[in-house]
């Protein structure tokens, strides 16, 4: 099983749509989650770390779910520069593993006009 | 601010030849992680340095070996390159006890 999984899509979404991203982790250990922004054949970038009780910035929403080690990502109203790819991220447990990411495959997200 | 910078953005080498990657972490950050990304697959972790020593390593053959310096830069080599070697090369700085990491632009590597 992998340590990161996630449904790799592709989600075709019109603009204005909602949409929800899914990923489980197998590590019930784990302590740190977020969602990474890729863009094609860039960096990936930070778009928000997972907290236990869920958190909001703008449009997305993250949601943890420790007792299913699930992870969820709710875009709202979606424009046309949300299109990227998604990526889960994990970090281990384990007091030296700052910094060591564990990765979804990522989730292609189109929106389109 | 510099965020995180690669060199060079871009490399084409023959099979069986040695490559070097840098990495100048952000400002403020003194570890650096480097990550392999094949084609549609999401960053795989190479190893990670702090302090100029290797403090983690993901699962990847010794030709893969790196180094830190003293103003907390680094370099990733690569021994006998294999085609299956070619990919995008990220390193990801983040400050101490903080989980989260930001990634330079990527050297983009080719094996011919």
């Known amino acids: 099983r992998k340590e990161v999984e996630q449904d790799p899509g592709p989600f075709n979404v019109p603009e204005g749509a909602t949409v929800a991203f899914n990923c489980t982790y197998s590590n019930s250990a784990s302590q740190s989650f977020f969602w990474y922004r890729q863009d094609c054949r860039k960096e990936p970038k930070l778009l928000m770390s997972v907290y236990s009780s869920g958190n909001e910035d703008g449009r997305f929403t993250a949601q943890l779910n420790r007792a299913s080690q699930y992870i969820s990502l709710l875009i709202r109203d979606s424009k046309l520069s949300d299109s990227a790819t998604y990526l889960c991220?994990?970090?281990?447990?384990?007091?030296?593993?700052?910094?060591?990411?564990?990765f979804g495959q990522g989730t292609i997200l189109t929106v389109h006009p | 601010d510099a965020g995180v910078t690669q060199s060079p953005t871009h490399l084409i080498k023959t099979r069986g030849q040695q490559v070097t990657l840098r990495c100048s972490p952000k400002?403020?950050?003194?570890?650096v992680s480097w990550y392999q990304q094949a084609l549609g697959q999401g960053p795989q972790f190479i190893f990670q340095y702090y302090e100029e020593e290797e403090r983690q390593r993901g699962n990847f053959p010794d030709r893969f070996s790196g180094h830190q310096f003293p103003n907390y830069s680094s370099e990733l080599n690569v021994n006998a390159l294999l085609l299956g070697d070619s990919a995008l090369y990220l390193c990801?700085?983040?400050?101490?006890?903080?989980?989260?990491?930001?990634f330079g632009q990527g050297t983009r590597l080719t094996v011919v």
């Open positions: 400002s403020g950050h003194d570890t």
């Open positions: 990801a700085s983040s400050s101490p006890a903080k989980a989260e990491a930001f």
């Open positions: 991220v994990v970090n281990p447990p384990g007091g030296t593993s700052y910094g060591k990411l564990t």
